[in-house]
Every structure is written in structure tokens, then in C-alpha cells.
């Protein structure tokens, strides 16, 4: 049975026909070390709780009076929107000392928001399961991310990619320098598993091109923070821009190289492929499979060693491979690339080399050439079934 205060809860929100829901974050209990307390309010749905809309560049607020329970505690909050600097957030602030809904064991409870107006909310906690089931089923809505909205009586759900640009500019406002390109991957990774339901069950090939694309936005959010002292201040002179141009722009290519193998890395080891990363052997190829001792053992069967470059473009550069891990004859090379003519294709293949290319890509590809392209799924099955 759900609890008296989950009830009434349900029963105002389908009155009032608005109501928000999120769970309550270490975040917003101010326990991450951000500084930061107060609700988080989702960004989309501003305008069931605010008269301001999200304006970059000013900070607006109002004041609310919220009745938490059943009018056991009343605050006299703020409804606040941060847009100067790098936030871009709505939080509910200011409840005063001794507010029991955001100690650290409120961390996990369900927070129903119900505006009844933009300065007048009533608000509830639910602190067991049963509640928050009962609460989904009435309203018709699931947290599958961070909130859910009941707006004009129809649910409303946090998207994905709501998502994911919420927790990339989390972890990008506290960034004073540039991480490095693991730091970008993992993170990149960690939002996708969490803000992209289907992601553990898309095929290697979709991975690999949501991965790239995802950390190519969060390397761009950082890279406006950090960057942004440098291109505004005055420069001495011509070569100094230059200088400057030339560092940002070396970034971006390193950043884009190491991205592709780091997702590649996690897909292998995903579909437990032994291999080594950059190994010491001759050439210093970019990946190795099995391993290093395999391929330096000159019993271990040639046909169950694997060598991959791994190379964003390829088009002048795959003759790179052919003087790497000699030992192994077949030479693959993973890019994404869109796009190369027949005739180097042909090239390739004659020179030993077949490409890996993410399966979306392919028909970016000519017909009737003697490389038939692998999927990563593909490549990743057929070493799979090599090694067994």
C-alpha cells in the first residue's frame, strides 16, 4: 500500500496537473564537493516553475513559498537560474537551518515538485519504493535518467541527449585545464551508460560512432571553457596568434586519434579480446592481439595473431602499417573515414591491408572494388571465432 503522503501527492498532482520528479542527488545535498546545494530543476521544463527564461548571460531568481509534506514546513525558498560564467542551471535554494530533505541520507529519496503557481509549490518526499512505483504508475511516467515532468497532464521525460549535455557540463565547469583524452573517453563513456538506455545492447558499430561523436561535443564544451582566456585576451602580435591557433588546433588532431583508440580499446575488451595497446614490438603498432609474449613467440600460431592501426583518416597514411609488427601478414586498419576511391582501395587490398570501418559508414564508399570493407561487429566476431 502506498503511504498517506505518497496519496495525497498523486491526488494534487493530477488536480493541479503539473508535477516534477527527480530523485535527490549528492549533488543537490551538497555533498560532492561542488559547493552546490538546492534542488537541480531540469532546464526543459523551466517554464512550469519559472517566469525567466534560461538566458545565458544573467543570473534571475524569485521568490517561492513551498509546503513540503502535508504543510508540515513551509520555506520561503528561491527559484534561482544561473546563466553568467560556464552554469547554465535552474536550482530551488534557501529552505533554512535544519531542512531535513537534503542531508546526505536523503540522497536516493524521490522529490514531487507540484508548482501550483511560479510562486506558490507544494513539495514531497518519498522515501520507499512502493511509493515511487505508485507514483510512476498514476502518472503514467518513469525516471529512466535524472527526472521526469508531469506538464499539462501528459508526462514528459528527460531525453537522452538532455542528458548527456547536462552531465558534460557538470564535469566540464570544473575544469580549469585540459584532462587527458582517457579522462575525456571514460567520462564519455560513463554518460552513456548512464543517460543511454539502450547503449549496452547496441551493436559494436553503433558504439564506436555514438562514443566519437559524444566526446567530440564534451571535448568542445571543454575546450570553450578553457580556452576562452587565451583567445580573448590582446596579443603582442601576428605570431602570437599563430602560436596560439597552432596549439589549439595540434589538440584537436591529437585529441581525435587517441579517441578512436580508447573507444576501440573498451569495445575489445567488452567483447574479452586479449590485446595490447601501443606495444613494444617492431613498427609499434597501434594494437596487438592477443599479446606481446604471443607475438614474440615464434611457436604461437601466426594465423591467431592480429596487428590494428588504428587512424581517424587513412587515405595517405595507411603505407604506415605495412612496416609494423612485420611478424603478422594482414594488416587491418580501423578509421572513420568517409569515404575512399576505389583505387586506393584496391592498393590497400593488394598490399595486404583491409579497412574496418564503423558499418554507417559504408555506403559513403565506392562500389566494385577489391576491398570488401569489415563491420567492427564483424572484425570483432571473426577474431572472436580465430582465437577460440
Not at 579522462?183 to 548512464?194: A, G, I, N, P, R
Not at 584537436?252 to 595490447?276: C, Q, W
Amino acid at each position: 500500500m502506498p503511504s498517506p503522503t505518497c496519496e495525497i501527492a498523486i491526488e494534487e498532482a493530477l488536480r493541479i496537473g503539473n508535477a516534477l520528479l527527480k530523485f535527490v542527488s549528492p549533488n543537490d545535498a551538497g555533498i560532492t564537493g561542488t559547493h552546490q546545494c538546492g534542488f537541480y530543476l531540469p532546464k526543459p521544463v523551466w517554464h512550469m516553475y519559472a517566469e525567466f527564461p534560461p538566458q545565458r548571460g544573467r543570473n534571475d531568481e524569485a521568490e517561492v513559498e513551498v509546503h513540503w509534506q502535508v504543510d508540515q514546513l513551509i520555506t520561503h525558498s528561491r527559484v534561482k537560474w544561473y546563466g553568467k560564467g560556464t552554469r547554465r542551471e535552474y536550482r530551488l535554494t534557501r529552505f533554512g537551518k535544519g531542512f531535513p530533505f537534503l542531508a546526505p541520507e536523503s540522497v536516493g529519496n524521490l522529490l514531487v515538485l507540484i508548482p501550483e503557481s511560479h510562486h506558490k509549490f507544494r513539495a514531497y518526499i518519498l522515501d520507499n519504493d512502493e511509493d515511487v512505483e505508485e507514483i510512476h504508475a498514476a502518472l503514467g511516467l518513469e525516471i529512466t535518467g535524472f527526472w521526469a515532468a508531469y506538464a499539462n497532464g501528459t508526462p514528459h521525460v528527460e531525453t537522452e541527449s538532455e542528458c548527456v549535455e547536462r552531465c558534460f557540463r557538470r564535469f566540464v565547469k570544473q575544469l580549469k585545464d585540459f584532462p587527458t583524452g582517457n579522462t575525456f573517453s571514460e567520462k564519455t563513456l560513463e554518460t552513456l551508460k548512464k543517460c543511454v538506455q539502450s547503449f549496452s545492447r547496441l551493436n559494436a558499430d553503433k558504439i564506436l560512432v555514438q562514443c566519437i561523436d559524444a566526446e567530440y561535443k564534451l571535448y568542445r564544451l571543454a575546450e570553450c571553457q578553457i580556452c576562452k582566456s587565451q583567445i580573448v585576451r590582446e596579443f603582442r602580435d601576428v605570431d602570437d596568434f599563430l602560436r596560439t591557433a597552432s596549439s589549439i588546433m595540434n589538440r584537436r588532431k591529437s585529441r581525435a586519434g587517441r579517441s578512436l583508440e580508447n573507444h576501440f580499446d573498451y569495445l575489445l575488451t567488452r567483447a574479452e579480446i586479449p590485446h595490447v595497446v601501443r606495444p613494444e614490438v617492431d613498427g609499434r603498432p597501434d594494437i596487438v592481439i592477443p599479446s606481446v609474449e604471443a607475438y614474440n613467440d615464434s611457436s604461437y600460431p601466426a594465423n591467431k595473431l592480429f596487428m590494428v592501426g588504428v587512424k581517424t583518416t587513412c587515405k595517405d597514411r595507411w603505407r604506415q602499417v605495412l612496416n609494423e609488427a612485420k611478424r603478422i601478414r594482414d594488416k587491418y586498419i580501423l578509421t572513420i573515414q568517409q569515404g575512399i576511391s576505389r583505387k586506393q582501395l584496391n592498393e590497400m587490398k593488394d598490399a595486404g591491408v583491409q579497412l574496418i570501418v564503423p558499418a554507417d559508414f559504408h555506403n559513403q564508399y565506392p562500389r566494385g572494388s577489391d576491398m570488401q570493407l569489415l563491420k567492427v561487429e564483424g572484425f570483432i566476431d571473426f577474431v572472436r571465432k580465430r582465437l577460440a
